[in-house]
């Protein structure tokens, strides 16, 4: 298996602007999950879906974050406006939610926000 | 929320040394993970070990659920060993909710 894939590796905007991050699950996990790594704060969740659908969105930050999951293969997370503390890497992982979920991530996301 | 808590934060290793990593966590735990964090930024999973003990390769893990602490072994250490060990657990009422340790700074040295 190709593992989690997520797209772009790195995005540099400006304060601002809308960014786009891309996920794909390993084929057949059912949950996916969206973490943030900060130095200050460290790993964090965000939001997790089971089934394509959000189940715990308490870890977004503010409203200028949202997650889709349109397919079984497929999520999105948007930050609009995008502002310099969003600045950090994002990961994806997912599960089969099998056993007590072991989650596998993906390469991340290194987003800065000038 | 529960409390995960790393030990050492820094770690200076000279190659072919070997080394223990603790994890303690304040709660009853259903999932416990090892992640090595190298260099360049990847999360690799090392173990899924909620309780008992496992081993792969120069890497062992065993985690004492009771007592709410997981140890992470690396025995011979080598240069590609460096990076950011970190221990994730989730709670049982907080089904697939990682919470992360701050990690252990690793550093092999020829």
């Known amino acids: 298996d190709a593992g989690v894939i997520q797209s772009p590796r790195h995005e540099v905007t400006e304060m601002g602007q809308e960014v786009t991050l891309r996920c794909k699950p390993i084929?057949?996990?059912?949950?996916l999950f969206w973490y943030r790594q900060t130095m200050m704060r460290g790993l964090e969740l965000l939001i997790y879906f089971n089934n394509n659908v959000p189940i715990d969105d308490s870890g977004m930050p503010e409203d200028r974050f949202s997650a889709k999951m349109p397919n079984a293969s497929f999520s999105t997370l948007k930050i609009q406006p995008s502002e310099p503390r969003d600045s950090a890497v994002y990961f994806c992982a997912s599960s089969d939610g099998s056993g007590g979920n072991e989650q596998f991530f993906g390469p991340g996301t290194r987003l800065t926000v000038l | 929320g529960i409390q995960v808590e790393q030990s050492p934060p820094d770690l200076i290793l000279q190659e072919g040394a070997n080394s223990t990593l603790r994890c303690n966590f304040s709660?009853?735990?259903?999932?416990l993970q090892w992640f090595h964090q190298n260099p360049w930024g990847q999360l690799i999973n090392l173990f899924y070990i909620p309780s008992g003990t496992k081993q792969n390769g120069r890497l062992s893990a065993t985690t004492v659920a009771t007592e709410r602490y997981s140890l992470l072994y690396i025995s011979s250490s080598q240069t590609t060993d460096s990076g950011v060990y970190f221990c994730a657990v989730v709670k049982p009422d907080s089904w697939g909710k990682l919470q992360f340790g701050a990690g252990t700074q690793v550093v092999v040295t020829p």
């Open positions: 709660d009853s735990v259903n999932n």
């Open positions: 084929s057949g996990h059912d949950y």
